[in-house]
């Protein structure tokens, strides 16, 4: 009984504490800056398709940010800034992207997109105390220049980008960048720990395929017939896209561990 007691007092004390505590302490004011023509000024760094929301994210670098290497990514200098550019992509009746020549893809010109931009400059971020990400402050602006998300509202960016890592100095995707040219089309197909996934893909003709090596050695896709087509070595975060015209059974493995193998029908 007595051991009921003290646990109800604990959680009502809990209760307690969340209910006096004030918004996620965060910058008050705007330090940040809107990214005026970054679409000129600034370095196209990754396209990302994201298959959940539909949307096509491009993230712009300046450049000092776009100045880091894969061995410098760890600190970049202050003064960087990325622009996170979201944008409703092109979507058929069936609400299904309508990608482009290389499989991607595309902006919906009818649609208005979000800037998500984060600065370093030194001394920065202090104000997200416990949610801090190093010398990073976040700001969402609307193109126009007003603000989606303001900077006393931005504890909610610092929160989310905490989960991406002290060692890439909080920027989540820098590995599209750095690792061999991947950049984030929507993968059909991974290739992980020496095996295709999934091992068989049924398309349509005149579809693309696009198959990222996310294992942490190179392997390749070879078709099984002699003068088939051949992606040559695929380093670690490579990202191919293929296109399939003819009907037919594509039988392939890996040239470097020939046990490797898939299929890809095409109907
Ligand atoms: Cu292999």
Same mark, same amino acid.
């Not at 990073?136 to 610092?158: D, F, I, K, M």
């Not at 991406?164 to 197909?189: H, K, M």
């Given at each position: ?14 209760? *307690? ?16 800056? /809107? ?14 398709d994201?298959q959940d929301n539909k949307?096509?994210?491009?993230? !712009? ?5 776009? *100045? ?20 409703a992509s092109l979507q058929d009746a069936q609400g299904n992207p309508v990608l482009d020549?290389?499989g991607r893809y595309q902006?919906n ?21 416990? %949610? ?39 920027? /989540?995707? *820098? %590995? ?10 929507v ?5 992980? %720990?020496?095996? !295709? ?7 349509k003709?005149?579809s693309f ?34 296109? /399939?015209?003819?009907?037919?059974? /594509? ?7 020939? *046990? ?8």
């Amino acid at each position: 009984m007595r051991k009921l007691a003290a646990l109800s007092f604990a959680v009502l004390g809990v209760f *307690s504490v969340i209910g006096f505590t004030q918004a996620p302490p965060a910058p008050t004011v705007d330090r940040v800056g /809107f990214p005026e023509d970054y679409m000129n000024k600034f370095k196209v760094w990754y396209v990302y398709d994201r298959q959940d929301n539909k949307q096509v994210r491009t993230i !712009y670098a300046n450049d000092l940010a776009n *100045s880091a290497t894969a061995d410098t990514q760890f600190n970049y200098p202050y003064g960087s800034v990325f622009v996170m550019e979201t944008w409703a992509s092109l979507q058929d009746a069936q609400g299904n992207p309508v990608l482009d020549g290389r499989g991607r893809y595309q902006k919906n010109p009818a649609a208005t997109p979000t800037l998500f931009v984060m600065r370093k400059e030194r001394g920065f971020g202090e104000e997200y105390g416990p %949610n801090r990400t190093g010398e990073w402050e976040y700001v969402a602006y609307r193109p126009n220049g007003t603000y989606q998300t303001a900077p006393s509202a931005s504890a909610g960016c610092a929160i989310c980008h905490k989960a991406s890592n002290q060692a890439v100095d909080w920027v /989540f995707r *820098s %590995n599209l960048r750095f690792n061999n040219g991947g950049e984030g089309p929507v993968t059909d197909s991974v290739i992980h %720990n020496y095996k !295709y996934i999934p091992g068989e893909l049924r398309v349509k003709a005149g579809s693309f395929v696009t198959i990222h090596n996310s294992d942490e050695v190179e392997h390749t896709v070879t078709d099984d017939a002699v003068n088939g087509g051949d992606t040559g070595r695929m380093l670690a975060g490579k990202t191919i896209t293929l296109r /399939f015209d003819a009907r037919g059974e /594509f039988n392939f493995h890996c040239s470097i561990h020939p *046990s490797m193998r898939g299929k890809i029908v095409v109907e």
